[in-house]
Every structure is written in C-alpha cells, then in structure tokens.
Nanobody, 118 residues
C-alpha cells in the first residue's frame, strides 16, 4: 500500500525555485505532523521542514528563509516551496510523519529528485 507520493522535483539553476508536493494516505496525514526529508548522495536522510496539523512549522537552519512548508488538509497534500536554491540543496526529497519515524516506521515513498546546478 502506497502511503506517500512525492512529485515536483527537477533540475534548476542556483537561485531558482521549485515546488514539491506530497500526497499522503489520509489516515496518516490527518492525524500527524508531516515533514519533508532529504537525502543527498553519501549522506544521511535529514528532516528539513515540518508542519503540524494546525499549521505550525519548523525548519532546519540551512533552509530557513528560503523554504516554506504548507499543507492542504482537504486534499491530504503537503507542499514545499523552495526558493533561492543552492547546489547544496541537491538531494532526493521525501515526505513522512516524524512521530511515526521516531516510533520505528520505515516505509517511504519513491521520493522526488532535486538537482541544483551552479
């Protein structure tokens, strides 16, 4: 059963923008803070942005002021608006529920690839 479907990645020049989308299984999306994760080649997956069911957001320092996370609870969809992209943002991006990950949940979508050229 597919829980997460990510889309919107691509190749963009440094300074450009992309908007990622994540459609999640309703049973997960409705009751959980959702997060965007990324994994760069040779690095561990990291949580870069999260949004609670009521819209409270958190960001890792490296993306603050450049990325904006939002969600549409009517469509079980989360977004990540990425502006002023940098080559170091190059990674595969995934969505998931941080609380579930902390509890040992280990099912991921196919992700969406973001490549930022310098």
């Amino acid at each position: 059963q597919v829980q997460f479907v990510e889309s919107g990645g691509g190749l963009v020049q440094a300074g450009g923008s992309l908007r990622l989308s994540c459609v999640a299984e309703r049973g997960i999306f409705s009751f959980n803070t959702m997060g965007w994760y990324r994994q760069a080649p040779g690095k561990q997956r990291e949580l870069v942005a999260s949004i609670s069911t009521t819209g409270s957001t958190n960001y890792v320092d490296s993306v603050k002021g450049r990325f904006t996370v939002s969600r549409d609870n009517t469509k079980n969809t989360m977004f990540l608006q990425m502006n002023t992209l940098k080559p170091e943002d190059t990674a595969d991006y995934y969505c998931n529920a941080p609380r579930m990950i902390s509890g040992g949940f280990n099912s991921w979508g196919q992700g969406t690839q973001v490549i930022v050229s310098s």
